[in-house]
């Protein structure tokens, strides 16, 4: 670990992190409750990262519930509920997630959500219009959700399966 600067004003102690011996720096700091200085905590930050990740890892329901809130502003048991409403099939063909394609290999569906509204993650959580599959997901992101664009793409379509 390298070496931190001193913080005028800060106090801090040195000891070794109990989980794996490296030395770690321990500030005081204020308290935003009390304004009192109290000391920070006494793991270093890798073996944090690598509890946090070992948690996550033990707990897949808690990782994605995470993913789903970094990201979407909803939980799992709101993903659960729209699946349970969509009857466990794609929002926009209907076909049962396990049988849909695109969708990297697992049946889960991902949440789909207008681009418009929020440009940048995370988004408000407003925006979600349900849950596709991976297929319907990649055809909307390459039309740029323009329904114009969706229509000609099926007019296309029709003209060219008419032809043969």
């Known amino acids: 670990m ?3 600067l001193p913080i005028e004003g800060v106090s801090t102690v040195e000891k070794p992190c109990p989980e794996c011996g490296s030395a770690m720096i321990r500030r005081y700091r204020k308290s935003r409750y009390t304004g009192k200085e109290v000391l920070g905590g006494w793991v270093c930050h890798p073996c944090t990262r690598n509890r946090i990740a070992r948690h996550l890892a033990d707990n897949p329901e ?3 519930d995470v993913r789903l809130w970094t990201h979407y502003r909803i939980r799992l048991a709101d993903y659960e509920r729209m699946l ?6 794609c929002a ?5 997630a396990e049988e849909c394609t695109g969708n990297r290999a697992w049946s889960r569906l991902v949440v789909d959500h207008d681009h418009s509204c929020c440009s940048t993650r995370p988004l408000c959580g407003k925006c979600v219009r349900g849950l596709i599959c991976g297929g ?5 992101g390459h039309a740029s959700d323009d ?3 969706l229509q000609q793409l099926i007019a296309y379509l029709k003209k060219h399966k008419a032809a043969l």
């Open 92 to 96: 926009a063909c209907g076909i049962p």
């Open 62 to 64: 808690k990782r994605l």
């Open 84 to 89: 349970k409403e969509q009857d466990h099939k």
């Open 2 to 4: 390298t070496a931190m």
């Open 147 to 149: 329904i114009e664009r």
């Open 136 to 140: 319907c997901n990649v055809a909307l």
